[in-house]
C-alpha cells in the first residue's frame, strides 16, 4: 500500500520535508541560545539592583597604556553590576550624545570623564537633558560639574558599536554613541574599558538630568519564536504524513471517484 514511498518523487518529498523540518528546528534551537542570553541579561539587571556596590577594581580592570588607550572589557557577568567610584570630573572634556530618546522625546546623554586618584579614569553617562529649543539637535545649556571629589555609584555598561566620528565643538566632544574607544583617543589619559551609567552620586547630581531608563530584555519574544519554528517543524513533518496516507487511499481505491452514471438507463424527460 505504501510502496510508491520508494519512488523517486516520493523519496525526493520526504527529502525536502527533512531538509525543512531541519532547518526549522536548528532555527528554533538559535532562538533558545537568543532566550538564555537574554534572559541572563535581565537576571544581571536585577542582581545590580540589591546589595551593596562593589569598589570599580573588583569589576573593571584598571587601563595600563598610555593616554588615550582603553583598559580591558568587562566580563560578561560583570556588566550591568553596580560599583561605586570617587574622583574629579574633568569639565573640559565633557561629551554630548546626541540623539538620545527618553519618554518619546530626542534629546541628549551627558558623558564625563571621572578622574581617579591614579590617574586614570572612567566615563560616567550623568544622565539625559532635553535639547535646547529650535529641534532635536539644538545644543542645551549642560549643568556644571561639581567640583572637588566626586563618589559616584553606577552601572558598569559595554562600549557601544557603531556611531561614527567624534567631534570636538565649542570646548565639548560631540558623538552618537558611547564608544569608549573613540572618546578615549580624544583624552589625556588612560580610560577604563567601559562606562558607568549613573545610579547616584555624591555631592547630589544636579536635577536638570533625567534618569536614562533601564529596560530589560524582551526574552519572550524570542520564547515565541522558538514554539513557532518547532511548531512549523512538526507540522511540515505532518503534512507529509497526511499526503501520503492521501495518496495510499487513493491509489487502494478508498477515495476513488464515483463512476458516471449510465445515460441510457437515466429516465426519459417527462412531456
Known amino acids: 500500500m505504501y510502496r510508491f514511498l520508494l519512488t523517486p518523487r516520493w523519496l525526493g518529498y520526504l527529502a525536502l ?5 531541519a532547518v526549522m528546528v536548528l532555527l528554533g534551537n538559535w532562538q533558545l541560545a537568543r532566550y538564555h542570553e537574554r534572559t541572563a541579561v535581565n537576571e544581571r539587571i536585577d542582581a545590580g539592583s540589591q546589595g551593596t556596590p562593589a569598589p570599580l577594581r573588583d569589576r573593571l580592570p584598571a587601563p595600563t597604556g598610555a593616554a588615550g588607550s582603553v583598559g580591558p572589557a568587562p566580563a560578561e557577568r560583570d556588566e550591568w553590576s553596580r560599583v561605586t567610584a570617587t574622583g574629579r570630573y574633568d569639565a573640559s572634556n565633557v561629551a554630548l550624545i546626541r540623539g538620545r530618546t527618553v519618554d518619546s522625546q530626542v534629546g541628549f546623554e551627558v558623558v564625563a570623564p571621572l578622574v581617579l586618584a591614579d590617574g ?3 566615563l560616567v ?16 545649556q549642560v549643568p556644571a560639574l561639581p567640583t572637588g571629589d566626586v563618589t559616584v555609584v553606577g552601572r558598569v555598561r559595554p562600549t557601544e558599536s557603531g556611531g561614527g566620528a567624534v567631534d570636538r565643538r565649542d570646548g565639548r566632544l560631540e558623538a552618537r554613541r558611547i564608544v569608549v574607544g573613540k572618546l578615549a583617543r580624544e583624552l589625556p589619559y588612560p580610560v577604563h574599558g567601559a562606562y558607568l551609567l549613573l545610579d547616584e552620586q555624591t555631592p547630589a547630581n544636579d536635577p536638570a538630568f533625567s534618569a536614562v531608563p533601564i529596560g530589560h530584555t524582551n526574552n519572550w519574544q524570542n520564547f515565541g519564536y522558538i514554539v513557532q519554528w518547532w511548531l512549523f517543524a512538526g507540522m511540515s513533518l505532518f503534512g507529509y504524513g497526511w499526503v501520503a496516507r492521501r495518496e495510499a487511499r487513493r ?8 463512476k458516471p452514471l449510465d445515460r441510457a438507463a437515466e429516465p426519459a424527460p417527462s412531456a
Open 17 to 21: 520535508t527533512l531538509v525543512a523540518a
Open 120 to 122: 586614570t579614569a572612567v
Open 125 to 140: 553617562d550623568r544622565g539625559w537633558i532635553p535639547p535646547a529649543p529650535g529641534g532635536a539637535v539644538a545644543v542645551p
Open 251 to 258: 491509489l487502494a481505491g478508498g477515495d476513488a471517484p464515483a
